[in-house]
Structure formats: structure tokens, C-alpha cells
């Protein structure tokens, strides 16, 4: 009986490395919205020439994260209110979707892990740890996603919520909203455990339209307090007469 021969260990390009590294950065708001990508400071970074750089940075441009402007490099995308209003009823229909399909084909043991990372991200919200809150909330969507099975539903919801993610530091959640949050999360295990996909599907797409409107309610915020103060329009005129 021969021995089994070991696999190769597979090591990661750094093309696929260098794309990670930068969608981090951007993501965690290292790069920030409206910020110009430094592609000399970068390459130093990363000890990298500028040629498989910015091969990564077009693949972060093909998934709504940068933008290219011609002859003055990349740009971290910022998203617009319209952009905002338009890709989030998307998303909220694509969680619809993926809750009725979830609830079809997901497995004991699947539900199981979903209620495990529920439990996690209570914890997070326990101690008031944002960052680990989000990261499992994603996990947990990301879940859901997974046991719909369905391929092009998941590359579209990736690339949507890529982009949308984009607005997390600047949405103001306050403690009431974040407390909200985690009981419309803690609403989504009765449906999954029943495999009630109706009840799921109208939950999520819910959960969506109220984060949608945080994200809103603060970018027009921001808006509002940038503005700078309207002066009164005196009539000179008046003013003459009365003195």
C-alpha cells in the first residue's frame, strides 16, 4: 500500500495579496472616501513596483471601491446620496431573496453556526465592541447568503454591500438604532429554525431599509452642518431711509 503523497501547499499570488491589502485599507477607512490612493507611499509599503499595484487597484476600481481619473491615479469612490438611495432597496431585495432561498436548502448544522455567531455578536454588543459587532454581523449575512446556493445572487450581494460598506464610518448609530439592530438579528433565528422563508425574507429586507436610513439620515446631517449660514439679505435701501 503506497503512502499518500502530500498536496503542494498553496501560497497566495501577490496579486490576490496586494488586492486584499488595499480593499482592507479602504474598507477600514485607512484610505478614506474622497482620499487619493498614494501609489509612491504604497509601493514603498508594500515593497512592490508600481506595475502590479495598480493592476490591484483596478480590480478594486472593478468592484466600486476606487476610481480611476485619468492621469491623476486612483480615487477612494464617495458615495452620493442618489447612490446611496439607489443600491440600497437592491441589497434589501437581495437579503429578500436570499432569506426565502436560505430557508429551502439550509441545514441543521447551518442553522446551528448562525446561532452561535448570533451569540457572539451579542456579546460584542455587550461590551460596546463596534468593530467585532460588525464583523460577525457581515459573517452572519454572509451565512445566509451562502445557504441560498445560489452563485450569481451572492456576486451581486457581494459587490453591492462592497460598495455600501463604504458609508460604515460615516453612518452615526446611535445606542437606540445598534440596540435595534441586534433584536432584528435576534428576529431572524425563529423563521430560519422553522424554515419559514416568508416570515425570514420580509425580516431582512427590513433590517436593510432601516440601516439604509441611518446611513441617510446621517450623510444629510453631515450635509446639513457643512452648509455654511445663509446672511440675511438687508435692503440698503431701508436701511438708508431709517437713518
Given at each position: 500500500m503506497s503512502?499518500?503523497?502530500?498536496?503542494?501547499?498553496?501560497r497566495r499570488s501577490l496579486h490576490d495579496e496586494l488586492v486584499d491589502r488595499l480593499r482592507e485599507m479602504v474598507l477600514e477607512g485607512v484610505l478614506p472616501p474622497g482620499k487619493r490612493v498614494p501609489e509612491k507611499e504604497l509601493c514603498t509599503q508594500f515593497a512592490v513596483s508600481r506595475t502590479p499595484l495598480r493592476e490591484a487597484l483596478k480590480v478594486l476600481a472593478s468592484e466600486g471601491l476606487l476610481e480611476l481619473l485619468p492621469n491623476r491615479g486612483a480615487v477612494v469612490t464617495s458615495l452620493?446620496?442618489?447612490?446611496?438611495?439607489?443600491?440600497?432597496?437592491?441589497?434589501?431585495?437581495?437579503?429578500?431573496?436570499?432569506?426565502?432561498?436560505a430557508c429551502a436548502r439550509i441545514s441543521d448544522e447551518e442553522v446551528v453556526e448562525i446561532q452561535v455567531q448570533h451569540g457572539k455578536m451579542v456579546d460584542?454588543?455587550?461590551?460596546?465592541?463596534?468593530?467585532?459587532?460588525?464583523?460577525?454581523?457581515q459573517l452572519i449575512h454572509a451565512r445566509i447568503m451562502a445557504a441560498a446556493g445560489n452563485g450569481v445572487l451572492a456576486d451581486v450581494h457581494r459587490l453591492i454591500s462592497l460598495r455600501l460598506r463604504l458609508t460604515r464610518y460615516s453612518a452615526n448609530m446611535s445606542d437606540e438604532r445598534w440596540r435595534q439592530a441586534v433584536e432584528e438579528h435576534e428576529?431572524?433565528?425563529?423563521?430560519?429554525?422553522?424554515?419559514?422563508g416568508e416570515r425570514l425574507a420580509a425580516l431582512?429586507?427590513?433590517?436593510?431599509?432601516?440601516?439604509?436610513?441611518?446611513?441617510?439620515?446621517?450623510?444629510?446631517?453631515?450635509?446639513?452642518?457643512?452648509?455654511?449660514?445663509?446672511?440675511?439679505n438687508t435692503d440698503r435701501r431701508a436701511l438708508t431711509r431709517h437713518r
Open positions: 503512502e499518500p503523497q502530500p498536496r503542494p501547499i498553496r452620493t446620496e442618489k447612490d446611496i438611495e439607489e443600491a440600497f432597496p437592491v441589497l434589501a431585495n437581495l437579503e429578500r431573496m436570499a432569506g426565502e432561498l460584542c454588543f455587550k461590551r460596546g465592541d463596534r468593530p467585532a459587532y460588525f464583523a460577525i454581523n428576529g431572524f433565528l425563529e423563521p430560519l429554525k422553522a424554515r419559514d431582512l429586507k427590513t433590517h436593510i431599509e432601516n440601516k439604509a436610513k441611518v446611513v441617510l439620515d446621517s450623510l444629510r446631517a453631515a450635509r446639513s452642518e457643512a452648509r455654511p449660514p445663509q446672511r440675511r
